[in-house]
Structure formats: structure tokens, C-alpha cells
């Protein structure tokens, strides 16, 4: 599993472990029927659903889940308990000295099957959603940006506002990682990701576009807006200096950003070179700035 994050390589794991733990209870339910041996508290129990390690960490992470989709979320969860309803009372009725019940096997193996194979689609929707983010960051990275930007132009038609793209560059951010070493670098590209994320709205999607650049697009009512934002987001960074844990002098950030708008019937190319351009007029001013360049 290359290039995935510490949470998404947990989230791999836990599923294998899940399925390869209700694969095991076939064969319990097997010894069950031949030796009459109890399967465990874990299958007998009425919350047995709960008590299983995939039931417990699911409950847990129930928000990941709802993330990619929320009505399989609620098939999964249905599905487990019913899984283990059907075990619980197949092997009931054997250690009681009767046969299960041919409806109650058929259940578990239907709800099994489907167990699986929701758990095969989630892992599948977990894996294409981290190659589409930064492992460091978060953020998602530059594939998905001409369908958001896509998007956008589609809201601001609709409401009557204005769609801009930022393009945001780490001033001297070599200098960082040359004296402090790249492990202090990565860190200080987490924090200026949470710098920015403070200052932006929920409808401002943020990419990390390469290196230490940013991409971000703002839907703003008016060129006026557009400017106050991106001072807003220069002055967040500008404010907000990365505290090290040696207690050595906080590292202050700043940050260069090129602003444009992106017009009716323009390609993302198009608006994404011109708000280059911005960003690198942005530098030769001195940087710690924004610069706005107008079609």
C-alpha cells in the first residue's frame, strides 16, 4: 500500500482483519454443529454484533464511513447484526441438542456474502479517495481540481456570484527545510494547512497543488470580496508562526498568493496561468502579499 497515510493503511487493515474474522466463524459454527462446542460469548451473546472487534472499531469510525456513503454505511451495519443474529441462533439450537434451522443458515450465508462484498466496496472507495489526497496534508491533491472547477462555474451561474482562483506559494520555503531540516518542513506545511483552512469558507476548496504551492478557489460577490478574502488568508499565515517543540523561536510563515477571475467559457489552464502570473508578480513585489491580475 504505497504512498497512503498512517489512518488510511488502519482503515486497510482493520477491514482485512474483519473480513478474515467472519470467514473464521464459518468454521466455529462447523465445530459447533460436529462437536457441540460453544462457538464463544462473542457469537452467543444478544449484542453479539457489538462485542465483535469489526462491530466495536465500526461504531467508532462511523463518521469515515458515512463520509463515502451513508446509506451503505446503514446496509453494512444492518447486514453485520443480522449475520450475527443468524449465528447466534443456529448455534443455539445445536448446543440445545437440535437441529439449526435451514432458514437461519441461509440467512448467515446470504448476509455474509453481502458482508463481504460492502466491505470489499468501502475498502475499494477508501483506497481511490487516499490516491486522490495528500498523505501529509489532507487536502486532495491537483486530479480533481477541472471537476471541481467544473463545479464551481455551475454554482456561480446559478447564484449570480463570481468564481476566483488563488494560486498560493510558501515564501522561502527552502530556507525552512535547509535550517530546520524536512521533517520540521513537513510539519510547517501541516500548519499552514490549518492556517488556511481557518481562514477559508466551507465552499472554498483547498488543493495542494505541488511542493509548497496551493491551489484555492473562492466564490466571492464582487472583486472588492475577492480582495478582502485573500488579504484575510496573507494575514492568517502572517499571524499564526509555527511554535517548535525545542522551544526555539517559532518559525513565521508567510505566503505570496495570486488571485484572478475566472470568466464564462474559460478552461481551468487558462485561469490557472493567469493567477500564475499574479502569484509571481506577488514575488517580485516582495512577497507576504496578494496580487490580483484581472482577465
Not at 38 to 61: K, N, T, Y
Not at 78 to 92: F, G, P, S
Not at 258 to 284: M, S
Request: glycine share 6%.
Amino acid at each position: 500500500m504505497p504512498n497512503l497515510s498512517g489512518e488510511t493503511r488502519h482503515f486497510i487493515i482493520e477491514l482485512d482483519a474483519a473480513v478474515e474474522a467472519h470467514l473464521g466463524w464459518t468454521r466455529r459454527v462447523m465445530r459447533c454443529a460436529v462437536l457441540r462446542a460453544s462457538p464463544g460469548d462473542d457469537v452467543l451473546a444478544s449484542e453479539a454484533h457489538m462485542l465483535c472487534r469489526f462491530g466495536h472499531w465500526i461504531a467508532l469510525q462511523r463518521p469515515h464511513f458515512e463520509k463515502l456513503n451513508a446509506r451503505k454505511t446503514q446496509e453494512l451495519e444492518a447486514v453485520h447484526q443480522t449475520m450475527h443474529d443468524a449465528i447466534r441462533a443456529l448455534c443455539v439450537n445445536i448446543l440445545a441438542g437440535q437441529p439449526g434451522a435451514s432458514a437461519d443458515l441461509e440467512t448467515f450465508e446470504q448476509s455474509q456474502s453481502e458482508l463481504i462484498g460492502l466491505m470489499a466496496w468501502f475498502k475499494t472507495q477508501f483506497l481511490a479517495e487516499a490516491m486522490c489526497n495528500d498523505p501529509l496534508t489532507g487536502l486532495p491533491l491537483r486530479f480533481g481540481i477541472e471537476d471541481e472547477f467544473m463545479q464551481a462555474q455551475k454554482v456561480v451561474r446559478r447564484e449570480g456570484t463570481q468564481l476566483y482562483l488563488a494560486m498560493i506559494d510558501v515564501d522561502h520555503f527552502k530556507n525552512i527545510n535547509d535550517q530546520y531540516g524536512h521533517a520540521v518542513g513537513d510539519r510547517a506545511l501541516q500548519h499552514l494547512t490549518r492556517s488556511l483552512s481557518s481562514a477559508l469558507r466551507p465552499n472554498e476548496p483547498l488543493f495542494r497543488f505541488g511542493g509548497e504551492e496551493f491551489l484555492l478557489m473562492m466564490q466571492c460577490p464582487s472583486p472588492e470580496a475577492a480582495t478582502i478574502a485573500a488579504k484575510r488568508i496573507v494575514e492568517q499565515v502572517r499571524n499564526t508562526p509555527l511554535l517548535l517543540d525545542s522551544g526555539a523561536e517559532p518559525i513565521r510563515l508567510t505566503i505570496t498568493l495570486g488571485l484572478t477571475q475566472a470568466q464564462n467559457g474559460e478552461f481551468i489552464d487558462e485561469v490557472i496561468d493567469r493567477a500564475d502570473q499574479a502569484l509571481y508578480a506577488g514575488k517580485r513585489g516582495g512577497r507576504d502579499r496578494y496580487v490580483m491580475l484581472n482577465a
